[in-house]
């Protein structure tokens, strides 16, 4: 069997984390200094400083200029999570992007057309209307193609979907911007006129395959 090596800073994290688990550090309250943990734990700063920058990053301690830092979350156990989140790095490969959305995209469709309602239509129809009006303004366009996409989601009911689907949205907007140069603007507004008037029609199927459509097209456009 082999032995796996721990890092100091790791092991400095674990000691972190025993205080705020035990309740020894409370929620507000600030913690020992560096020098403070240095002295304690007989390790390098540059440990101590890169084990509390992960704590900062993971939004459990935050750092105010002058004063110190602060514990202001004492939920982690779910730490070890944080790799599986979609991340900035994760949504620049956009033909992944692509693939991730033409998977889902199609049955958030589905799920919507069966919750559609008066506000759904008047939604879809706002941002088509802006998609065409903003023609020739790549940052526009986008933020209304986007949008569109959002209402769909957030029409499904299903929050997975929505909160998943949000977060590549959020994260890919530059690209969008970059692909509407490859793509052109026509395209977009073909197939999120048929979109609606799918959403329209009260026809599930037909949103369905016209979502996965105009996913496929614009897979189809990405160079190789």
Same mark, same amino acid.
């Given at each position: 069997?082999?032995?796996?090596?721990?890092?100091?800073?790791?092991?400095?994290?674990?000691?972190?984390?025993?205080?705020?688990?035990?309740?020894?550090?409370?929620?507000?309250?600030?913690?020992?200094?560096?020098?403070?943990?240095?002295?304690?734990?007989?390790?390098?700063?540059?440990?101590?400083?890169?084990?509390?920058?992960?704590?900062?990053?993971?939004?459990?301690?935050?750092?105010?200029?002058?004063?110190?830092?602060?514990?202001?979350?004492?939920?982690?156990?779910?730490?070890?999570?944080?790799?599986?989140?979609?991340?900035?790095?994760?949504?620049?490969?956009?033909?992944?992007?692509?693939?991730?959305?033409?998977?889902?995209?199609?049955?958030?469709?589905?799920?919507?057309?069966?919750?559609?309602?008066?506000?759904?239509?008047?939604?879809?129809?706002?941002?088509? /209307?802006?998609? %065409?009006?903003?023609?020739?303004?790549? &940052?526009? =366009?986008?933020?209304?193609?986007?949008? +569109? @996409?959002?209402?769909?989601?957030?029409?499904?009911?299903?929050?997975?979907?929505?909160?998943?689907?949000?977060?590549?949205?959020? /994260?890919?907007? %530059?690209?969008?911007?970059?692909?509407? &140069?490859? =793509?052109?603007?026509?395209?977009?507004? +073909? @197939?999120?006129?048929?979109?609606?008037?799918?959403?329209?029609?009260?026809?599930?199927?037909?949103?369905?395959?016209?979502?996965?459509?105009?996913? %496929?097209?614009?897979?189809?456009?990405?160079?190789?």
């Amino acid at each position: 069997m082999k032995i796996k090596s721990v890092s100091i800073t790791n092991q400095v994290v674990e000691y972190l984390k025993e205080n705020i688990e035990s309740g020894d550090w409370v929620v507000g309250e600030k913690i020992p200094s560096e020098n403070k943990l240095v002295e304690e734990l007989g390790v390098s700063r540059s440990s101590i400083r890169t084990a509390v920058q992960y704590l900062i990053g993971l939004g459990v301690l935050k750092s105010y200029q002058g004063k110190g830092t602060y514990l202001v979350n004492s939920q982690v156990e779910n730490w070890d999570e944080t790799e599986n989140k979609i991340t900035s790095e994760d949504c620049k490969d956009i033909r992944q992007v692509l693939e991730f959305r033409k998977i889902l995209e199609p049955g958030a469709c589905r799920l919507a057309v069966g919750n559609c309602t008066d506000e759904t239509i008047a939604a879809l129809e706002t941002y088509l /209307e802006q998609m %065409k009006i903003f023609q020739g303004d790549r &940052e526009k =366009f986008v933020r209304a193609d986007l949008k +569109f @996409h959002e209402v769909i989601c957030r029409t499904s009911g299903n929050s997975l979907l929505e909160k998943s689907l949000h977060k590549v949205f959020v /994260e890919t907007r %530059k690209n969008h911007e970059q692909m509407n &140069e490859l =793509f052109g603007y026509d395209s977009g507004i +073909f @197939h999120h006129a048929a979109i609606l008037e799918a959403f329209r029609n009260a026809d599930g199927q037909s949103a369905y395959d016209s979502m996965e459509q105009h996913l %496929k097209e614009a897979l189809g456009k990405i160079p190789q």
